[in-house]
């Protein structure tokens, strides 16, 4: 469903500089700021009820211990460890990490490999089988460990992840896998979305219920064409379930390959609550399956107001 065309033109218009003025104001304003570039309109954090506003809620107050891993992708990799025996979920092998990527200069991997970032999201170069680490590799991710999301985006628990550059076995050895994205509030999977082609053109989206009924929703991606159920659709639910159960709200990214499940990573901000649901009554329904805690019982609150 195509957006409002005030909001594409709202974000068209402020994409030169819209992050320059947000970083300057206050967490709860630039919040909103965000929101406004992303929605076309004001977010309610004082009483959130959409799912998109409940996370800029999270983003603005939620300072707890059991959050403060959940951006660090070498942690994420333990926590899924310490719970194999419960889950069978299997973790991608950590390769090589480091604060210099330099370090690792000309060296070769004995199978396919991804380098990203552990502190950030959405940054990733793929190598293949035997390829070296080269300098223009190194010199186009130098900056990669400088900049830190948590300052512009208020997302905290990407302050709290270690810098430093993460080289793991690439799953997909060069072919992208279809990316399944658990969505688990109190422990319970409600929605599951499916990337299909990511770091593609071809990339493309689609939702489906814990049943695998497609739910009739979409957002800034394309609509994918619906697809069969992977084979192992109850074990990835099961370990998305356990993984994200004790949190309130946390979206499980998991793949399915080699006929064993996989971790991808957990996302406690998706997308920063910035994106369109449409219809927007999904939104809401999203919103209505996430308890948040009360504000007292959150640390934080009195260093950002509201």
Not at 35 to 47: I, K, M, Q, S, V
Not at 124 to 134: H, L, N, P, Q, Y
Request: aromatic share 10%; with cysteine; net charge neutral.
């Amino acid at each position: 469903m195509p957006r409002s065309g005030f909001n594409t033109t709202l974000r068209k218009s402020l994409r030169p500089v819209h992050r320059t003025i947000a970083s300057l104001l206050p967490l709860p304003a630039r919040r909103r700021y965000l929101y406004l570039a992303g929605h076309g309109r004001l977010p309610r954090l004082n009483d959130p009820r959409l799912f998109t506003e409940k996370i800029n809620w999270r983003i603005v107050h939620d300072r707890r211990p059991e959050l403060a891993w959940t951006c660090d992708k070498l942690a994420m990799k333990d926590y899924a460890i310490g719970l194999h025996r419960e889950t069978g979920l299997e973790v991608p092998e950590t390769l090589w990490a480091g604060d210099d990527l330099g370090a690792v200069l000309g060296r070769t991997f004995d199978r396919p490999w991804v380098l990203k970032p552990n502190h950030r999201s959405g940054l990733v170069r793929f190598g293949a089988a035997s390829e070296a680490v080269d300098a223009d590799m190194v010199e186009s991710t130098r900056t990669w460990l400088q900049d830190d999301q948590s300052v512009l985006l208020g997302e905290w628990a990407y302050s709290q992840a270690r810098r430093l550059h993460l080289i793991e076995e690439d799953l997909a050895a060069g072919e992208p896998l279809d990316d399944y994205k658990f969505f688990v509030f109190g422990g319970k999977v409600v929605l599951i979305q499916v990337d299909r082609g990511r770091f593609t053109s071809g990339h493309a989206r689609t939702f489906y219920t814990v049943d695998w009924q497609p739910a009739p929703v979409a957002d800034i991606m394309p609509i994918g064409e619906q697809a069969p159920p992977p084979e192992d659709l109850d074990a990835m639910v099961h370990a998305a379930e356990t993984l994200g159960r004790p949190y309130d709200f946390m979206r499980v990214d998991l793949y399915s390959t080699r006929g064993k499940v996989w971790l991808g990573e957990l996302t406690p901000y998706p997308a920063g609550g910035t994106i369109q649901y449409h219809p927007r009554e999904f939104d809401l329904y999203l919103g209505e399956q996430w308890a948040l805690p009360p504000l007292g019982a959150v640390p934080g609150r009195g260093r950002h107001g509201t």
